[in-house]
């Protein structure tokens, strides 16, 4: 029998590639979506219901209709500076939104969740690697959702046995390695994804936020896992969650950092193209470093982040991007 998992903000970037995955391990993905920020075009594997997290009576029907055995939650709005400015839309759409969709498994009896969280619930981390054990101290209202949503998990797990798993990713990169999806944000505000473009086409500058931090060379260091190690975890996530019980928080990460310098470098040797840029100030809040330390994931998951080599990071990225400007 194939289990069904529903899917919250399944047409997005890590959601995409998330069903993806859970069609190869056998899972049908039922994805549901606003299309706020989204493309239905992503949805390839399971149906699309066109929703909201928010949207009680729909989100019980789906759960009872297709017999769903667990979510897999990543709707949610997810720019940070946007968050700054707007900070009402980010405790509407990620904290009252979830809520929201909790109270919907309560009432359908569901109790699995894999939640998507985030390394924003650190803030300006102290030390690197980050463990889960790090202090929390989000510094905007976009982690502050998050780790607002992490404690409703953790509390909701002891008074009504909602399971559940957060992973806090550290940053998603990459495209699927066999051209069906890739990194696709309106606006585009992730490095990797700029500074292809800025190789692809010479009129674009790439910005980049700071030369003077205390690292190598100047420029922030972080730690880029591939987008589909990341859908990978989620169906570990899945697996675990459906036989253990408990309230998991867990980083996804590679331990390992690169600079923005050294992956403008990596850029132009895989593109064979020159980046070009321009220094800008520092944003406001960005951390010199942040690095995970994954041990717990590759322990309790027994997750590998084998797709997460910088190169082919960059490679896979490329790749979707030249197929995709060759058809459009």
């Keep these: 029998m194939t289990h069904a998992i529903l899917v919250t903000g399944g047409t997005g970037y890590v959601g995409s590639h998330t069903c993806l995955e859970l069609a190869k391990e056998g899972y049908l993905p039922i994805t549901i979506d606003n299309l706020s920020t989204g493309f239905a075009h992503n949805v390839k594997w399971g149906p699309l219901v066109e929703g909201d997290v928010h949207d009680n009576k729909l989100i019980v029907k789906i759960i009872k209709l297709y017999n769903i055995q667990a979510v897999i939650h990543f709707a949610g709005s997810a720019y940070v500076g946007e968050s700054v400015k707007v900070p009402r839309k980010y405790y509407e759409n990620n904290t009252v939104g979830t809520l929201s969709l909790l109270n919907s498994l309560l009432e359908t009896g569901l109790t699995n969740i894999v939640f998507s969280s985030t390394c924003s619930v650190y803030g300006l981390a102290d030390d690197c690697p980050i463990t889960e054990e790090t202090p929390l101290n989000p510094i905007n209202p976009y982690g502050e959702s998050k780790y607002f949503i992490e404690k409703i998990l953790r509390s909701y797990q002891f008074a009504y046995g909602l ?18 999806l890739g990194e696709e944000h ?30 190598p060379d100047g420029s922030a260091i972080r730690d880029y896992v591939h987008v589909k190690d990341l859908a990978t975890a989620h169906i570990g996530a899945i697996k675990y969650i459906t036989q253990k019980k408990g309230s998991h928080i867990l980083n996804l990460g590679t331990g390992k950092g690169h600079s923005v310098l050294e992956i403008v470098k990596h850029a132009e040797n895989i593109t064979k193209r020159e980046c070009h840029y321009v220094i800008s100030d520092r944003r406001p809040g960005d951390p010199p470093e942040l690095v995970a330390n994954p041990q717990k994931a590759f322990e309790i998951l027994k997750w590998k982040p084998n797709y997460s080599d910088i190169e082919n990071i960059i490679s896979t990225s490329w790749n979707w991007l030249t197929n995709k400007k060759k058809l459009s």
């Design 163 to 180: 399971n559940s798993i957060s992973l806090r990713y550290f940053n998603a990169a990459g495209s699927d390695p066999d051209g069906n």
């Design 186 to 215: 309106n606006p585009e505000t992730h490095l990797i994804p700029l500074a292809l473009r800025a190789c692809l086409e010479p009129e674009r500058q790439l910005s980049i936020f700071g030369n003077n931090y205390t690292t």
